[in-house]
Protein backbone atom coordinates (compact mmCIF):
# COMPACT_ATOMS: atom_id res chain seq x y z
CA UNK A 1 0.00 0.00 0.00
CA UNK A 2 0.97 3.32 -0.96
CA UNK A 3 1.67 6.12 2.11
CA UNK A 4 1.91 8.70 -0.72
CA UNK A 5 -1.39 9.32 -2.34
CA UNK A 6 -1.45 11.00 -5.38
CA UNK A 7 -4.69 12.37 -7.31
CA UNK A 8 -5.52 12.38 -10.07
CA UNK A 9 -3.94 9.05 -11.14
CA UNK A 10 -4.44 10.54 -14.79
CA UNK A 11 -5.06 14.42 -16.30
CA UNK A 12 -5.90 15.40 -19.71
CA UNK A 13 -5.50 19.61 -20.18
CA UNK A 14 -5.34 21.90 -22.55
CA UNK A 15 -2.96 24.65 -23.08
CA UNK A 16 -5.24 27.25 -21.71
CA UNK A 17 -6.22 25.35 -18.96
CA UNK A 18 -5.96 25.42 -15.17
CA UNK A 19 -5.74 22.46 -13.08
CA UNK A 20 -3.75 21.01 -9.82
CA UNK A 21 -2.08 17.70 -9.04
CA UNK A 22 -2.57 16.65 -5.04
CA UNK A 23 0.07 15.12 -3.15
CA UNK A 24 -0.97 13.78 0.90
CA UNK A 25 0.63 11.69 2.95
CA UNK A 26 0.00 10.72 6.70
CA UNK A 27 3.62 9.41 7.51
CA UNK A 28 4.02 12.72 10.07
CA UNK A 29 7.19 13.79 7.12
CA UNK A 30 8.03 16.84 7.41
CA UNK A 31 9.48 17.17 3.37
CA UNK A 32 8.01 16.82 0.34
CA UNK A 33 8.77 17.19 -3.53
CA UNK A 34 7.26 17.32 -7.08
CA UNK A 35 9.56 15.09 -9.05
CA UNK A 36 8.89 15.21 -13.44
CA UNK A 37 9.99 12.27 -15.29
CA UNK A 38 9.65 11.82 -18.83
CA UNK A 39 9.24 8.15 -20.33
CA UNK A 40 12.99 5.73 -19.94
CA UNK A 41 14.07 9.09 -17.63
CA UNK A 42 14.72 9.24 -14.14
CA UNK A 43 12.56 11.40 -12.09
CA UNK A 44 13.90 15.60 -12.27
CA UNK A 45 13.39 17.97 -9.46
CA UNK A 46 11.13 20.61 -9.81
CA UNK A 47 10.32 21.93 -5.88
CA UNK A 48 11.15 20.92 -2.14
CA UNK A 49 9.08 21.83 1.07
CA UNK A 50 10.69 21.92 3.83
CA UNK A 51 8.26 22.51 6.74
CA UNK A 52 5.71 23.41 4.95
CA UNK A 53 8.47 26.42 2.87
CA UNK A 54 9.44 26.48 -0.34
CA UNK A 55 12.97 25.52 0.03
CA UNK A 56 13.85 24.48 -3.19
CA UNK A 57 12.62 25.43 -6.67
CA UNK A 58 14.73 24.14 -9.11
CA UNK A 59 14.31 26.94 -12.55
CA UNK A 60 11.01 25.41 -12.96
CA UNK A 61 8.65 27.87 -15.20
CA UNK A 62 6.45 30.01 -13.76
CA UNK A 63 3.55 28.02 -15.11
CA UNK A 64 4.15 25.36 -12.43
CA UNK A 65 3.14 27.08 -9.33
CA UNK A 66 3.81 24.62 -6.34
CA UNK A 67 1.70 25.29 -2.70
CA UNK A 68 1.89 23.53 0.44
CA UNK A 69 -1.38 24.47 2.29
CA UNK A 70 -0.09 22.34 5.56
CA UNK A 71 2.28 19.45 6.56
CA UNK A 72 0.27 16.70 5.05
CA UNK A 73 -0.56 17.98 1.68
CA UNK A 74 1.35 19.12 -1.55
CA UNK A 75 -0.27 20.49 -4.39
CA UNK A 76 0.77 21.52 -7.99
CA UNK A 77 -0.54 23.90 -9.88
CA UNK A 78 -0.66 24.22 -13.62
CA UNK A 79 -1.71 26.83 -15.59
CA UNK A 80 -1.09 27.45 -19.67
CA UNK A 81 1.14 24.48 -20.03
CA UNK A 82 2.49 23.45 -23.31
CA UNK A 83 2.54 19.99 -24.89
CA UNK A 84 6.17 19.27 -23.74
CA UNK A 85 5.04 19.53 -20.04
CA UNK A 86 3.80 16.21 -20.50
CA UNK A 87 5.30 13.42 -17.81
CA UNK A 88 4.03 11.60 -14.90
CA UNK A 89 4.30 13.82 -12.15
CA UNK A 90 5.63 12.11 -8.85
CA UNK A 91 5.12 13.39 -5.42
CA UNK A 92 7.61 11.92 -2.55
CA UNK A 93 7.66 12.95 1.07
CA UNK A 94 10.61 12.17 3.75
CA UNK A 95 11.43 12.83 7.53
CA UNK A 96 12.50 15.55 9.02
CA UNK A 97 14.18 18.59 7.20
CA UNK A 98 15.35 17.62 3.90
CA UNK A 99 19.11 19.08 4.67
CA UNK A 100 18.79 16.66 7.36
CA UNK A 101 17.05 13.23 5.87
CA UNK A 102 18.93 10.19 4.73
CA UNK A 103 18.01 10.06 1.63
CA UNK A 104 14.61 7.79 1.60
CA UNK A 105 11.80 9.20 -0.23
CA UNK A 106 8.54 7.67 0.12
CA UNK A 107 7.06 8.10 -3.99
CA UNK A 108 3.42 8.32 -4.53
CA UNK A 109 2.45 6.26 -8.01
CA UNK A 110 2.44 9.75 -10.02
CA UNK A 111 0.32 11.50 -12.08
CA UNK A 112 0.08 10.79 -15.49
CA UNK A 113 -0.34 14.45 -17.21
CA UNK A 114 -1.09 14.53 -20.91
CA UNK A 115 -1.29 18.54 -22.37
CA UNK A 116 -3.00 18.58 -25.85
CA UNK B 1 28.44 18.27 -6.86
CA UNK B 2 27.20 14.65 -7.33
CA UNK B 3 26.88 12.50 -10.11
CA UNK B 4 25.55 8.98 -10.49
CA UNK B 5 26.20 6.92 -13.59
CA UNK B 6 24.91 3.69 -14.88
CA UNK B 7 26.41 2.13 -17.80
CA UNK B 8 23.41 -0.43 -18.59
CA UNK B 9 20.76 0.84 -20.04
CA UNK B 10 18.72 -2.52 -20.49
CA UNK B 11 19.34 -5.93 -18.67
CA UNK B 12 17.81 -9.28 -18.68
CA UNK B 13 18.16 -12.07 -16.50
CA UNK B 14 16.42 -15.46 -16.43
CA UNK B 15 14.12 -16.25 -13.51
CA UNK B 16 16.01 -18.17 -10.59
CA UNK B 17 19.27 -16.43 -11.60
CA UNK B 18 21.43 -13.78 -10.38
CA UNK B 19 21.96 -10.36 -12.23
CA UNK B 20 24.42 -7.40 -11.18
CA UNK B 21 23.42 -4.11 -12.21
CA UNK B 22 26.38 -1.37 -12.06
CA UNK B 23 26.41 1.98 -10.98
CA UNK B 24 29.24 4.68 -9.97
CA UNK B 25 29.22 7.90 -8.75
CA UNK B 26 31.23 10.78 -7.90
CA UNK B 27 31.08 12.93 -4.91
CA UNK B 28 32.75 16.08 -2.94
CA UNK B 29 31.39 14.87 0.14
CA UNK B 30 33.45 13.49 2.42
CA UNK B 31 30.02 11.86 3.78
CA UNK B 32 26.97 10.41 1.68
CA UNK B 33 24.56 7.79 1.08
CA UNK B 34 23.91 5.36 -1.51
CA UNK B 35 20.54 4.11 -2.77
CA UNK B 36 19.13 1.35 -5.57
CA UNK B 37 15.58 2.79 -6.02
CA UNK B 38 13.09 0.27 -8.03
CA UNK B 39 9.97 1.63 -10.02
CA UNK B 40 7.87 -1.66 -11.46
CA UNK B 41 6.15 -0.63 -14.60
CA UNK B 42 2.75 0.41 -11.84
CA UNK B 43 5.16 3.74 -11.75
CA UNK B 44 5.82 3.58 -7.66
CA UNK B 45 9.30 3.76 -6.72
CA UNK B 46 10.17 2.90 -3.94
CA UNK B 47 13.66 1.93 -1.59
CA UNK B 48 15.57 -1.11 -2.48
CA UNK B 49 18.51 -0.85 -0.25
CA UNK B 50 20.76 1.80 1.06
CA UNK B 51 24.33 1.87 1.93
CA UNK B 52 25.82 4.36 4.21
CA UNK B 53 29.52 5.49 2.89
CA UNK B 54 30.81 5.93 6.37
CA UNK B 55 30.23 1.35 6.71
CA UNK B 56 32.19 -0.45 5.78
CA UNK B 57 30.27 -3.91 5.47
CA UNK B 58 27.97 -4.09 2.09
CA UNK B 59 23.88 -3.52 2.87
CA UNK B 60 21.75 -6.61 2.12
CA UNK B 61 18.11 -6.98 1.95
CA UNK B 62 17.21 -10.53 1.57
CA UNK B 63 17.98 -11.35 -2.25
CA UNK B 64 19.19 -7.88 -2.46
CA UNK B 65 22.71 -7.35 -1.72
CA UNK B 66 25.72 -4.05 -2.65
CA UNK B 67 28.87 -4.58 -3.83
CA UNK B 68 30.47 -1.16 -2.25
CA UNK B 69 34.00 -0.33 -3.64
CA UNK B 70 34.65 3.35 -2.22
CA UNK B 71 37.58 3.64 -3.36
CA UNK B 72 36.49 2.70 -6.98
CA UNK B 73 33.36 4.99 -6.42
CA UNK B 74 31.35 1.62 -7.13
CA UNK B 75 28.03 0.66 -5.37
CA UNK B 76 26.55 -2.31 -7.86
CA UNK B 77 23.64 -4.03 -7.01
CA UNK B 78 22.92 -7.93 -7.23
CA UNK B 79 19.51 -9.59 -7.22
CA UNK B 80 19.92 -13.02 -6.31
CA UNK B 81 17.89 -15.59 -6.95
CA UNK B 82 15.40 -13.44 -9.36
CA UNK B 83 11.54 -13.61 -9.60
CA UNK B 84 9.37 -12.15 -12.21
CA UNK B 85 8.32 -9.05 -9.78
CA UNK B 86 11.84 -7.52 -10.05
CA UNK B 87 11.45 -6.18 -13.50
CA UNK B 88 11.29 -2.87 -13.20
CA UNK B 89 13.60 -0.01 -13.88
CA UNK B 90 16.19 0.53 -11.23
CA UNK B 91 17.97 3.50 -10.16
CA UNK B 92 20.87 4.27 -8.41
CA UNK B 93 20.98 7.15 -6.43
CA UNK B 94 23.26 9.60 -4.19
CA UNK B 95 22.97 12.19 -1.43
CA UNK B 96 25.82 14.11 0.47
CA UNK B 97 25.19 13.99 4.08
CA UNK B 98 26.15 18.15 4.46
CA UNK B 99 22.53 19.31 3.09
CA UNK B 100 23.64 21.28 0.34
CA UNK B 101 22.31 19.07 -2.54
CA UNK B 102 18.96 16.59 -3.00
CA UNK B 103 18.85 13.44 -4.38
CA UNK B 104 20.59 13.00 -7.33
CA UNK B 105 19.69 9.60 -9.75
CA UNK B 106 21.00 7.96 -12.50
CA UNK B 107 19.61 7.41 -15.66
CA UNK B 108 18.18 4.04 -14.98
CA UNK B 109 17.97 0.25 -16.01
CA UNK B 110 15.83 -1.64 -17.15
CA UNK B 111 15.57 -5.06 -16.03
CA UNK B 112 13.94 -7.56 -18.00
CA UNK B 113 13.16 -11.38 -16.02
CA UNK B 114 12.49 -14.19 -18.21
CA UNK B 115 10.42 -16.64 -16.78
Known amino acids: DTEVTQTPKHLVMGMTNKKSLKCEQHMGHRAMYWYKQKAKKPPELMFV???????INESVPSRFSPECPNSSLLNLHLHALQPEDSALYLC???????????????FGEGSRLTVL | AQTVTQSQPEMSVQEAETVTLSCTYD???????LFWYKQPPSRQMILVIR??????QNATENRFSVNFQKAAKSFSLKISDSQLGDAAMYFCASVGNSGNTPLVFGKGTRLSVIA
Open chain 1, 49 to 55: YSYEKLS
Open chain 1, 92 to 106: ASSQGRWRKHTGELF
Open chain 2, 27 to 33: TSESDYY
Open chain 2, 51 to 56: QEAYKQ
